[in-house]
Structures are given as structure tokens and as C-alpha cells.
């Protein structure tokens, strides 16, 4: 599976952006999909997930009520918008995809990463 992350930018604090992340072959249904952001001079951390169907989402403390996470499995895209931007929210944002949902909230579940996109919100 390879992954494209996009929609990254500049937004200003209480703004908000959709990121997406559209992800090759065709067996995008059968992945969970997560979201990870790595902020300058921090460790990557977890943002958001999703399983296979859509049926199971979870977020970080510091996301939830604010970033909401879905998918489109027929057009292979996994979605993160994100609302109510704060200056913290700064950061290169990764998608992942996994086969298992055990522990979402862990990059060890995850076999495929994309590039990343940056966030920027200014204050």
C-alpha cells in the first residue's frame, strides 16, 4: 500500500483544514488507517484512527471534539479534518495503515506510512 497525504498549510488559530490521504491498490477496505503528527523537535505522536469499516474511531485527548476522522473505501481516501486549530496543532501530519486494531494509538501497528504533510497555525 503506498500512501499520499495532502491538504496541509497555513491556517490561523481557529481555523480549520481537511487533510486527506488517498492510498493505492485495492484492498484499501481491509486497512485501518491512522493519523500521526510530529511537531518540530518532538516525537511523533498519535492523533487519530479509524478500522477497517468506519464502525470503530479513536483520537487523542488533545484532538478530541475538535478533529474527526472518516474514510471513503471506494475512493481508497482517508480523511482528518480538523477544527478549532490551535498553535500546538503545528505539525508535519502522517497517515498510517495497519491490518490489526488493537492498540490504535501505537506507530508499531502500522506497516505503511505516507510522506507527511505540514500544518502550520499561526497565533
Known amino acids: 500500500v503506498q500512501l499520499q497525504a495532502s491538504g496541509g498549510g497555513l491556517v490561523q488559530a481557529g481555523g480549520s483544514l481537511r487533510l486527506s490521504c488517498a492510498a493505492s491498490?485495492?484492498?484499501?477496505?481491509?486497512?485501518?488507517m491512522g493519523w500521526f503528527r510530529q511537531a518540530p523537535g518532538k516525537e511523533r505522536e498519535f492523533v487519530a484512527a479509524i478500522s477497517w469499516s468506519a464502525g470503530n474511531t479513536y483520537y487523542a485527548d488533545s484532538v478530541k471534539g475538535r478533529f474527526t476522522i472518516s474514510r471513503d473505501n471506494a475512493k481508497n481516501t482517508v480523511y482528518l479534518q480538523m477544527n478549532s486549530l490551535k498553535p500546538e496543532d503545528t505539525a508535519v501530519y502522517y497517515c498510517?495503515?495497519?491490518?490489526?486494531?488493537?492498540?490504535?494509538?501505537?506507530?508499531?501497528?502500522?506497516?505503511?506510512w505516507g510522506q507527511g504533510t505540514l500544518v502550520t497555525v499561526s497565533s
Open positions: 491498490g485495492r484492498t484499501f477496505g481491509s486497512y485501518a
Open positions: 498510517a495503515a495497519g491490518t490489526v486494531w488493537r492498540l490504535p494509538s501505537s506507530d508499531y501497528e502500522y506497516e505503511y
